[in-house]
């Protein structure tokens, strides 16, 4: 077809040949009308561009994405992660509300972060059965924004408080006094811890962003349909709201990285130069976590953040092909699989960091599972970033002097049966308890 440019130059080929040639049947004007007839509906306008694709998208024009192949893996992983993060999250609450008594910024911060956790997966299930009834949404578009708008609020209100997290633990760690008692705020005549306040603030600015995401329309208003790609040509401030959101992500990102680099290498430094603390050949153990804890960060929120601006500025271009979206929208579901993900990774965080809720874990467990994960019943110890900051109490201190006002007999015996443990000697036991 490409050699037949238009329809005026066929006819006058066959016309010649023709001539040449008078014993054919048909006459050659009725055959030139029949094909210049039909060159002339099948050949392209003349217009067009010979590069020109059926599948580019024009502004007046859109497509439609093919998401079968991926509803079968979405309905498994997303199912997945609602099982163990919920009862993950679940469990990870009733130790902090209930179990946890000792009381400070890290434990307002990880409650938070629990409850956010368990509102982004309040909204798997809705994602779930949407692939399950074949990517048909039955609830109306209204329940689509609510949902949807839920998950990823809820997915940055996560990324802040692990940030926060971060931050504490490093400010605790170098700073001295009210740094490490916990900084309190002074608001309608009442003190407030800071935590308490900067995680009300972070959920209000959070709702208040949600209620403009729902009630702006979209490019295709579509009742059937859900958690699809969609164009923004026309809602372009939905696009570079998500564009700030990545912008803030890098900076929580980088304040991450800082921190956790800064509290490792300090651990490090003081098992290294200090190894006659008592918990000194634990800081190197605390440090690998911390490090852990960021490649964990790093995987789940990274590739997603990574291709986000790829996938806003798709959103935003007026010609792009329906096979480039189709890859950007595929590409953009398996990584926000990895996002999700970490819903189901952050109660594995809360008891990798925090020694005191380890122990109050394996307590409420009992005994008889605590002993048999003797790893885990050994990690018990603090594992603070502010651990290294006690006092180191001698091997032979009697037991008269356990009652001073420096060391407490249950913490100073503690200290003197982890030495004693280690060098093979018999331990002692706190007064009143022979």
Request: glycine share 4%; hydrophobic share 45%; net charge positive.
């Given at each position: 077809?490409?050699k037949?440019?238009?329809a005026?130059?066929?006819p006058f080929?066959?016309?010649?040949?023709?001539?040449s040639?008078?014993?054919l049947?048909?006459?050659?004007?009725?055959?030139?009308v029949?094909?210049?007839?039909?060159l002339?509906?099948?050949?392209?306008?003349?217009?067009s561009?010979?590069f020109?694709t059926?599948?580019?998208?024009?502004?007046n024009?859109t497509?439609?994405?093919?998401?079968?192949?991926?509803?079968?893996?979405?309905?498994i992983f997303?199912?997945?992660?609602?099982?163990?993060?919920?009862?993950?999250?679940?469990?990870?609450?009733w130790?902090?509300?209930?179990l946890?008594?000792k009381?400070?910024?890290?434990?307002v911060?990880?409650?938070?972060?629990?409850v956010?956790?368990?509102?982004?997966?309040?909204c798997?299930p809705f994602?779930?059965?949407y692939?399950?009834q074949?990517?048909k949404?039955l609830?109306g578009?209204v329940?689509?924004k609510?949902?949807g708008?839920?998950f990823?609020?809820?997915?940055?209100?996560?990324?802040?408080?692990l940030?926060?997290?971060?931050?504490d633990r490093?400010?605790?760690l170098?700073?001295k006094?009210?740094?490490?008692?916990?900084?309190?705020?002074r608001l309608c005549g009442?003190?407030?811890?800071?935590?308490?306040?900067?995680?009300s603030?972070?959920w209000g600015?959070?709702?208040l962003?949600?209620?403009?995401?729902?009630?702006?329309?979209?490019?295709k208003?579509?009742?059937?349909q859900c958690?699809?790609?969609?164009?923004?040509r026309?809602?372009?401030?939905?696009?570079?709201?998500?564009?700030?959101?990545?912008?803030?992500f890098?900076l929580v990102?980088?304040?991450?990285?800082?921190?956790y680099?800064?509290?490792a290498?300090?651990?490090?430094?003081?098992?290294?130069?200090?190894?006659?603390?008592?918990?000194?050949?634990?800081y190197?153990?605390t440090?690998?976590?911390?490090?852990?804890?960021l490649f964990?960060?790093?995987v789940?929120?990274?590739p997603y953040?990574?291709?986000?601006?790829v996938y806003?500025l798709?959103?935003?271009?007026e010609?792009?092909?329906?096979d480039?979206?189709?890859?950007?929208?595929?590409?953009?579901e398996?990584m926000?699989l990895f996002?999700?993900?970490?819903?189901?990774?952050?109660?594995?965080?809360?008891?990798?960091?925090?020694?005191?809720?380890r122990?109050?874990?394996?307590?409420?467990?009992g005994?008889?599972f605590?002993?048999?994960?003797?790893y885990?019943r050994d990690?018990?110890?603090?594992s603070s970033?502010t651990?290294f900051?006690r006092?180191s109490?001698?091997a032979?201190?009697?037991?008269?002097?356990?009652?001073?006002?420096s060391?407490?007999?249950?913490?100073s015996?503690?200290?003197?049966?982890?030495t004693?443990r280690?060098?093979?000697?018999?331990?002692?036991?706190?007064?009143?308890?022979?």
């Amino acid at each position: 077809m490409t050699k037949f440019s238009t329809a005026s130059s066929f006819p006058f080929t066959l016309s010649t040949s023709a001539s040449s040639d008078s014993s054919l049947p048909i006459s050659v004007s009725s055959l030139s009308v029949s094909m210049s007839s039909f060159l002339s509906a099948t050949a392209p306008p003349l217009s067009s561009t010979p590069f020109s694709t059926s599948s580019e998208v024009s502004q007046n024009q859109t497509c439609s994405i093919d998401d079968t192949t991926l509803r079968v893996p979405l309905t498994i992983f997303y199912s997945l992660f609602f099982c163990f993060g919920l009862v993950g999250n679940l469990f990870a609450l009733w130790v902090f509300l209930f179990l946890h008594s000792k009381r400070n910024s890290v434990r307002v911060l990880l409650i938070n972060c629990a409850v956010a956790d368990l509102v982004l997966l309040a909204c798997l299930p809705f994602r779930v059965l949407y692939h399950v009834q074949g990517n048909k949404w039955l609830l109306g578009p209204v329940a689509c924004k609510l949902v949807g708008n839920l998950f990823y609020m809820n997915m940055y209100i996560s990324i802040m408080l692990l940030g926060l997290i971060s931050l504490d633990r490093y400010l605790r760690l170098k700073g001295k006094g009210r740094a490490r008692k916990g900084m309190m705020l002074r608001l309608c005549g009442h003190s407030w811890p800071w935590s308490s306040v900067v995680c009300s603030a972070l959920w209000g600015l959070s709702l208040l962003a949600l209620v403009p995401m729902i009630a702006t329309a979209e490019d295709k208003e579509n009742s059937g349909q859900c958690f699809q790609y969609k164009q923004r040509r026309k809602a372009k401030g939905k696009a570079y709201f998500n564009a700030v959101l990545v912008v803030m992500f890098w900076l929580v990102f980088i304040v991450l990285v800082v921190s956790y680099v800064k509290i490792a290498s300090q651990l490090l430094r003081v098992s290294r130069d200090k190894p006659d603390l008592p918990n000194a050949h634990k800081y190197a153990r605390t440090a690998k976590k911390s490090f852990f804890v960021l490649f964990l960060f790093t995987v789940c929120f990274g590739p997603y953040h990574a291709f986000r601006p790829v996938y806003i500025l798709s959103q935003l271009s007026e010609t792009v092909s329906c096979d480039y979206l189709q890859l950007v929208d595929h590409t953009n579901e398996v990584m926000l699989l990895f996002s999700a993900f970490n819903s189901c990774l952050d109660p594995v965080m809360y008891f990798l960091l925090s020694g005191s809720v380890r122990k109050t874990v394996l307590q409420a467990l009992g005994h008889r599972f605590a002993s048999r994960f003797p790893y885990l019943r050994d990690a018990t110890s603090n594992s603070s970033t502010t651990e290294f900051r006690r006092p180191s109490m001698p091997a032979g201190l009697p037991h008269s002097q356990l009652n001073t006002p420096s060391g407490t007999p249950r913490n100073s015996i503690c200290v003197i049966n982890s030495t004693l443990r280690r060098t093979g000697l018999p331990m002692i036991t706190a007064p009143g308890r022979q």
